[in-house]
C-alpha cells in the first residue's frame, strides 16, 4: 500500500486561477496501475485564489468546493483514461476538521479493487469550516492505511534549500530531520513547502519512508513503488533518537 499526493503544483499551474496541467498524471500512471495506492490530489489552481480572495464565507466555500469538484473529475477521467480506476471521496464528507472519521469509506474502496482519491478540502469543524490541505489528508491515511511510503509529486523534484531556480538554491537529497525552508509554486494559502515538509515529518515519525520527487519523474515514481530507492527524489529521514537514522 502507497500514499501518493499529485501536487497542486504538478497538476495545474498555481500562478493562473482553474488552469489543469493535463497530461501529467496520464503520464505517470502507468507506474501505479495495478499497485495498492490511496490517492490525494492538491486543490492548486482550483482553490488556493478562492479561497484568497473570499476567505471561507459561504461564498467562498461554495465557490471553492465547486471548483474543486472540476479538478477532482478532471483527475479522475484522466487516470480512468490510462486504467486506474478511482472513486473520489470528498473530504468534507468523512474529515472533521483534522480527524478522518469515517476512513471505512476509503478501506471499503480499496476492499473493492478501486484507488480512493482525496483532496486538499474545505471540511466541517468545531469552528465553522476550516481548509485542510491533501499533505495533513497523507497523515491521516497513513494512521489508517500503514503504507509502506509516501510520496508526494510535485513540480520541483524535490525539497531545495531556497525556492528551485534563485541563486544558490541547491537540492536537498536526503533531508535528516526539519529544514528551514519556506516557498510555494504561486498562490497558496496551506503554507506552501513548509506544510509539506511537516506533514513529511509527522509520517516519519510514524516510521513510514517519505519521497518528494517531481510528476515528471516515471524513473523515481517506478523504483519507489517496486521498494527501490528513487534516484531523482529527496527523500526523508527523521532522526533516531539513538543519533543514528530511523530508515
Ligand atoms: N524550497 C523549495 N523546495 C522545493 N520546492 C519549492 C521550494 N520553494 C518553493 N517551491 C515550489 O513549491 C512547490 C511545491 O509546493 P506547493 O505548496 O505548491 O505543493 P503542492 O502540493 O504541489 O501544491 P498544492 O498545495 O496546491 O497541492 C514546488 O513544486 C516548487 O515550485
Ligand atoms: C485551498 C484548499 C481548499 C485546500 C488546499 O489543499 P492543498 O492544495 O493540498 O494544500
Same mark, same amino acid.
Given at each position: 500500500?502507497y500514499?501518493?499526493?499529485?501536487g497542486?503544483s504538478? &497538476?495545474t ?5 482553474? !488552469? ?8 505517470v500512471?502507468?507506474?501505479?496501475m495495478?499497485?495498492?495506492?490511496a ?5 492548486g ?11 471561507l464565507?459561504?461564498?467562498?466555500i461554495?465557490?471553492?468546493k465547486a471548483?474543486?469538484r #472540476?479538478?477532482?473529475a478532471y483527475? +479522475? ?9 478511482? +472513486?473520489?471521496v470528498?473530504?468534507?464528507?468523512v474529515?472533521?476538521?483534522?480527524a ?14 478501486m484507488?480512493p482519491l482525496?483532496h486538499?478540502d &474545505?471540511v ?7 481548509v485542510?490541505?491533501g ?10 492505511l500503514k503504507?509502506?511510503?509516501v ?9 531545495? !534549500? ?8 541547491r537540492?536537498?537529497?536526503r533531508?535528516? *530531520? ?11 494559502v496551506?503554507?506552501?513547502i513548509?506544510k ?6 509527522a509520517?516519519?515519525r ?7 520527487c517531481?510528476i #515528471?519523474d516515471?524513473?523515481?515514481?517506478r523504483?519507489i513503488l517496486?521498494g527501490?530507492?528513487?534516484a531523482?527524489? !529527496? +527523500?526523508?529521514e527523521?532522526p533516531?533518537?539513538s *543519533?543514528?537514522?530511523?530508515?
Amino acid at each position: 500500500m502507497y500514499v501518493i499526493k499529485f501536487g497542486g503544483s504538478a &497538476i495545474t499551474d498555481k500562478t493562473k486561477p482553474l !488552469t489543469y496541467r493535463r497530461g501529467r498524471i496520464s503520464a505517470v500512471a502507468a507506474e501505479i496501475m495495478g499497485k495498492p495506492a490511496a490517492l490525494i490530489h492538491g486543490a492548486g489552481s482550483f482553490a488556493h485564489p478562492h479561497v484568497k480572495a473570499f476567505g471561507l464565507s459561504p461564498l467562498g466555500i461554495s465557490l471553492t468546493k465547486a471548483a474543486l469538484r #472540476r479538478l477532482t473529475a478532471y483527475v +479522475v477521467e484522466e487516470l480512468a483514461q490510462a486504467g486506474v480506476f478511482a +472513486v473520489p471521496v470528498e473530504p468534507s464528507d468523512v474529515f472533521w476538521g483534522r480527524a478522518l472519521v469515517r476512513g471505512e469509506v476509503i478501506t471499503h474502496a480499496i476492499k473493492h479493487g478501486m484507488y480512493p482519491l482525496l483532496h486538499g478540502d &474545505i471540511v466541517p469543524s468545531d469552528d465553522g469550516y476550516t481548509v485542510i490541505s491533501g499533505d495533513d489528508i497523507a497523515v491521516e491515511l497513513v494512521k489508517l492505511l500503514k503504507p509502506k511510503a509516501v510520496i508526494f509529486l510535485m513540480d520541483a523534484d524535490g525539497i531545495y !534549500t531556497a525556492p528551485p531556480g534563485t541563486p544558490g538554491a541547491r537540492k536537498i537529497e536526503r533531508l535528516i *530531520g526539519d529544514v528551514d525552508v519556506e516557498g510555494t509554486a504561486g498562490v497558496d494559502v496551506t503554507g506552501g513547502i513548509r506544510k509539506k515538509i511537516e506533514a513529511g515529518l509527522a509520517i516519519a515519525r510514524m516510521g513510514t519512508p517519505v519521497y518528494y520527487c517531481s510528476i #515528471r519523474d516515471r524513473e523515481s515514481l517506478r523504483a519507489i513503488l517496486n521498494g527501490g530507492e528513487p534516484a531523482g527524489c !529527496t +527523500v526523508l529521514e527523521v532522526p533516531h533518537p539513538s *543519533g543514528l537514522p530511523a530508515l
